[in-house]
């Protein structure tokens, strides 16, 4: 195992990077830990609210991944600066993803139905970090021979039709395929074959006309979201937490019917 690692991490470079992901995981995961305690009222931990101010984990993320980002930039690949930059680096980028929802909406949505996208983003996320420590590489260039990397011409081509599959991936609303597809470009093909997301601009533009590519593309769209839909929401809520359910109207007083 130590000699696997060794000539799978530490000798092409790829230490940081490991350490990076290890440590943003690891983060994501206390984090959720804690946040779950805080809100279940066990526990010593408490939320951060000086001065009646609420401070959200994502302002320390913030600051850890600016100091750590820059820090791995300035160190290089090799060294102990460079490990201690992507730890730091990583933990960073866990505080600042589990509010990413926040992020997105300007709102604390943290246990609410939108604030899974936080844990969709982080899933996403390490699983395009894993993918590129187990050496792929952006838009497919090392499935490359040394003779077609010699060649200019073939080079241009190659990234030039792989960033277009995955381009045309997300315009079809397919943003899973086309982000993973940066580094496994055949998944890029396929999310740009398929029909688009009824909701996505490509059937806005494309489908407007059509609508029978419409119709079998609102059919799909619901027979995948109800196929994925509930064991997606049950590893959200294993790894995140389940979001707070909306609270119902208050029942009328029987006596009152018909009352405005």
Not at 12 to 38: E, N, Q, Y
Not at 82 to 109: K, N, P, T
Not at 203 to 222: C, D, G, L
């Amino acid at each position: 195992m130590g000699h696997w690692f060794y000539r799978n991490i530490v000798e092409p470079g790829k230490l940081p990077m490991f350490l990076a992901l290890v440590s943003f995981v690891l983060t994501f995961l206390l984090t959720r830990m804690i946040t779950r305690m805080i809100r279940a009222g066990k526990g010593p931990f408490r939320n951060v609210s000086p001065g009646g101010l609420h401070i959200h984990h994502v302002v320390p993320g913030v600051v850890l991944t600016v100091i750590g980002g820059f820090g791995a930039v300035g160190s290089g690949q090799y060294g102990v600066a460079s490990a201690i930059c992507a730890v730091i680096f990583g933990i960073g980028v866990g505080l600042v993803l589990d509010e990413f929802a926040l992020i997105l909406h300007l709102d604390d949505v943290y246990w609410t139905e939108q604030g899974r996208q936080s844990v969709e983003v982080v899933v996403l996320a390490a699983a395009l970090a894993l993918l590129f420590l187990s050496g792929s590489s952006p838009l497919g260039v090392d499935g490359l021979t040394p003779d077609e990397r010699q060649n200019r011409a073939s080079l241009l081509l190659t990234v030039a039709a792989n960033f277009l599959f995955v381009l045309i991936a997300l315009v079809k609303g397919k943003a899973r395929l086309g982000l993973i597809g940066v580094l496994v470009p055949f998944v890029a093909l396929v999310g740009a074959v398929r029909l688009a997301r009824p909701d996505s601009l490509w059937a806005r533009r494309f489908y407007r006309n059509r609508p029978k590519a419409r119709a079998r593309s609102a059919v799909r769209a619901e027979r995948h979201d109800r196929r994925w839909e509930r064991p997606r929401r049950a590893f959200q809520d294993l790894i995140g937490g389940a979001p707070d359910r909306p609270a119902l109207p208050p029942e009328r007083d029987p006596s009152d019917r018909g009352q405005p």
